[in-house]
């Protein structure tokens, strides 16, 4: 997890492991509002994997991070609970 200022909007550079079948990967994400580094760090996430690749600010996004908007367009993070083994599919 890093910031990412190279970004047209606010973001952080994130990498989630997805399992052992599909592995690390990384994607930007614009969820520094409610998030900072330290909070996402280990955090379990919800990921759509099967989207295809986009380059971002020179930066690759392999997945994208699941979230709904606030009242304010801000996005807050779809939760796991309680926890679910890496990799799992959204049933």
């Known amino acids: 997890m890093e910031e990412f200022p190279k970004a047209r909007k606010p973001a952080f550079k994130v990498w989630a492991d997805f399992g052992p079948e599909i592995g690390t990967l990384q994607t930007s994400a614009q969820v520094t509002v409610h998030y900072t580094p330290e909070t ?35 996005i807050c993070l779809v939760t796991i609970d309680p926890k679910s083994p890496n990799g799992k599919k959204l049933h």
């Open 40 to 74: 996402l760090l280990g955090r379990q996430i919800v990921g759509c994997v099967n989207l295809g690749e986009k380059n971002i600010a020179g930066f690759l996004s392999q997945f994208l991070l699941v979230g709904f908007s606030d009242e304010n367009g801000d």
